[in-house]
Nanobody, 129 residues
Framework: QIQLVESGGGLVQAGGSLRLSCAAS????????MGWFRQAPGKEREFVVA????????YYAESVKGRFTMDRDNANNTVYLQMNSLKPEDTAVYFC??????????????????????WGQGTQVTVSS
């Protein structure tokens, strides 16, 4: 089972930026679609962005398009989430997720939580107004 550890969360003012990292161990992220989800207080966990196993495509939730960017570094077994122009409504715990190896899901599956079989523990992002 791949293990995922997120880092980079913190407190930032509205309009600021943060870069989250998700470091994988035990297994490689090569050949796995990867995603970021978030959960705000009192709300259900929601999709943020996903990147295909090849890194060729990314899929963003409408709420973060143009502000967030996901990329992957297979050599370092890490994925990243660059978050710019942060808003108070971006406040949430952010989770990294890995899909099963070699499945190469289509875009319509990548925004679903049950596509992923490995999850990190999450990192808190708080955006003050």
């Amino acid at each position: 089972q791949i293990q995922l550890v997120e880092s980079g969360g913190g407190l930032v003012q509205a309009g600021g930026s943060l870069r989250l990292s998700c470091a994988a161990s035990v297994r490689t992220i090569n050949g796995r679609d990867m995603g970021w989800f978030r959960q705000a207080p009192g709300k259900e966990r929601e999709f943020v962005v996903a990147i295909t196993a090849t890194g060729g495509r990314t899929y963003y939730a409408e709420s973060v398009k143009g502000r967030f960017t996901m990329d992957r570094d297979n050599a370092n077994n890490t994925v990243y989430l660059q978050m710019n122009s942060l808003k108070p409504e971006d406040t949430a715990v952010y989770f990294c997720a890995a899909a099963p190896w070699g499945r190469y899901f289509t875009g319509s599956r990548l925004n679903r939580q049950n596509t992923y079989d490995s999850w990190g523990q999450g990192t808190q992002v708080t955006v003050s107004s």
